[in-house]
């Protein structure tokens, strides 16, 4: 299986919903994904295996001083084989000129598989978000990860 990663767009919207849908509590509605794919400051990145199907999704918003990965999901049948990771290391390698920003996310504190990967592509812990997800008022971890040149970054991901 070969995956391919380019932006979304509304055609995908379908896709990114059943994803969503399978993988959250509370899942975003699809304005929100409407809203976010229309923000200029804003960048949506696809999975696609074989060049078709959508197997997973991160979005991520540009503030003044990080980007924001809000909402990254793989499909539950395809989890595990390093999609997620793909996706992410994509979204630095596009916003690497952008040297000014590093990147922040929030994870439930009990998500212990995400932490991992986060940590393992360098995101720190930074702080407690109490109460912050709406389902269960569980606690949110807030995770930091500062910018890398580009450069540095294709020699990370060359040597992982």
């Known amino acids: 299986m070969s995956i391919e990663v380019r932006r979304l767009d509304v055609h995908d919207l379908d896709g990114v919903e059943t994803i969503e849908r399978a993988s959250y509590p509370t899942p975003w509605s699809r ?10 400051s804003a960048l949506a990145l696809g999975a696609y295996a074989d060049t078709e199907e959508l197997v997973a999704y ?3 918003s540009r503030y003044v001083d990080a980007w924001h990965v809000m909402n990254v999901a793989v499909a ?8 997620a990771t793909l996706l992410l290391e994509r979204l630095f390698e596009v916003t690497a000129g952008d040297q000014r920003r590093g990147y922040t996310l929030e994870v439930r504190v009990s998500n212990h598989d ?5 940590e393992k592509l360098g995101f720190e812990a930074r702080g407690i978000r109490r109460g912050y997800y709406t389902d269960n008022r569980e606690d949110a971890l807030i995770m930091w990860r500062e910018a890398v040149p580009a450069d540095a970054e294709r020699a990370r991901s060359e040597a992982t």
Not at 114 to 118: C, E, Q
């Open 31 to 40: 304005s929100m994904f409407v809203a976010e794919l229309r923000k200029p």
């Open 114 to 118: 995400a932490i991992r990967l986060y």
């Open 76 to 83: 539950p049948e395809f989890r595990r084989r390093g999609i």
């Open 58 to 60: 991160a979005f991520a």
